[in-house]
């Protein structure tokens, strides 16, 4: 092991005995108490040496016998070190590409925050590049998020659709100005191949549109059309369901952004379980539903920019939370934020006993708490539920690192 205290956490002496590593108050931790010199052996844990080394350099700092090993060991425990040689054969194949490697540098540093495990950063950094992820819908939302999936270093991006780029589907990131009037798939990846850090493999071919491919990771649906946002088509998710891969959906409609939910085959509810309840709050929505699908549709959506790069970017990070290992807010639910108010509300996605995903009869799953709707307004079917704001999530300790019960005497959270 080659201890590195993690590099995106500020350190800073809240007194003479009081080491505090980070500033916000997810990730702040104090460590106390600390003399001056084991202050000053701190600056030695930037991954350049190995224990052996370390050792040495206590002995010539007069250190008490045994006192670097339960440094480190309290450091760890603590989730504030890394290891700058783990995270396995992936991770060193890896550090073979400093060009890639340096590309990636800023999401390592985050990915250090949220893991404990030394070595664990880089681990799953270099675990990106073997997934495959595919991207239905290449508009405003699709072309940029799977830009920003590339970027982060997942290894295979794939998007599919269907016609020609047009005008007002240029974006910043995502599909460029002089790819109007090309076919709008090609042109979506080579936006993925610009964004991408290293060369992607090359892939099979491909699937007729439509029909899931098991090895893929993650499947997100980002349609263009705002009724498939609105109301997803259960049909489109059936062989995602059938080959249990895991699905997200994400879009704009009416000046509203949609992430969510995340479907975890048979596990959470999916497009079915939505449609199912909202069809037993409200008997009137499969009359509006084929209504709007079989009606005139308009030329242009209303798909503001920076609404469109908002959900875009939010997506991504649920995606990538999923990804690396983890269960975002996504799954069992629906968030969503509306122009001009910008407030993030969360609507549950709860499996329904007559969709045959067969999520109902998995048992209860993890959802977000239910929040006070205190409008005034009549409120139709999609607002008869009460929501939950982003804030509450934000703060929600259920996310943040739970390293108190290993954490040794000495060292606590910091309430900055």
């Not at 239905?136 to 970027?151: D, F, H, Q």
């Not at 589907?169 to 850090?197: F, H, I, K, N, Y």
């Not at 084929?290 to 798909?303: E, F, L, M």
Request: glycine share 12%; with cysteine; proline share 9%.
């Amino acid at each position: 092991m080659h201890p590195m205290v993690k590099p995106a956490l500020r350190r800073g002496w809240r007194d003479l005995n009081t080491v505090q590593f980070g500033m916000t108050p997810a990730h702040a931790l104090t460590l106390g108490p600390v003399d001056t010199a084991t202050g000053s052996f701190l600056d030695l844990l930037d991954g350049t040496r190995g224990l052996g080394l370390l050792r040495e350099e206590g002995r010539r700092m007069d250190f008490s016998e045994g006192h670097v090993d339960r440094l480190v060991r309290r450091l760890s425990r603590a989730g504030l070190l890394d290891d700058s040689r783990g995270g396995g054969p992936d991770a060193d194949a890896l550090r073979e590409k400093p060009g890639v490697l340096d590309r990636l540098r800023p999401d390592l540093a985050s990915l250090g925050l949220t893991t404990s495990e030394p070595g664990e950063p880089l681990g799953r950094l270099a675990a990106r590049r073997s997934m495959r992820v595919q991207v239905r819908g290449a508009g405003r939302v699709g072309a940029a998020l799977a830009a920003l999936l590339a970027g982060a270093g997942v290894g295979d991006v794939d998007v599919r659709d269907v016609g020609r780029v047009e005008p007002w589907d240029v974006v910043p990131g995502g599909l460029p100005v002089d790819s109007v009037g090309d076919r709008r798939d090609e042109a979506a990846r080579r936006v993925v191949r610009r964004a991408t850090p290293e060369p992607p493999p090359r892939r099979p071919a491909r699937p007729p549109l439509g029909e899931a491919d098991p090895g893929f990771s993650l499947v997100v649906l980002a349609p263009r059309d705002d009724v498939a946002v609105h109301a997803p088509d259960p049909a489109a998710a059936e062989a995602l369901l059938s080959s249990g891969t895991a699905h997200l959906y994400a879009g704009v409609v009416e000046g509203t952004g949609v992430v969510g939910p995340l479907v975890l085959p048979g596990r959470t509810g999916c497009a079915g379980c939505l449609q199912q309840d909202r069809i037993d709050r409200d008997p009137a929505w499969p009359r509006l539903v084929t209504q709007w699908r079989s009606g005139r549709q308009r030329r242009v959506g209303a798909c503001d920019l920076t609404l469109a790069t908002t959900v875009a970017g939010l997506a991504a990070a649920h995606a990538l939370a999923f990804l690396d290992g983890r269960s975002p807010t996504g799954a069992g639910a629906r968030w969503e934020v509306s122009l001009p108010a910008l407030h993030w509300h969360a609507r549950p996605v709860r499996p329904h006993a007559a969709c045959p995903c067969g999520a109902a009869e998995a048992g209860p799953v993890a959802e977000p708490r239910e929040g006070e709707n205190k409008g005034k307004r009549k409120h139709t079917s999609e607002d008869r539920r009460p929501h939950e704001t982003m804030a509450v999530h934000g703060s929600s300790k259920q996310w943040r690192r739970q390293a108190d019960t290993e954490r040794p005497a000495g060292t606590w959270r910091a309430h900055v």
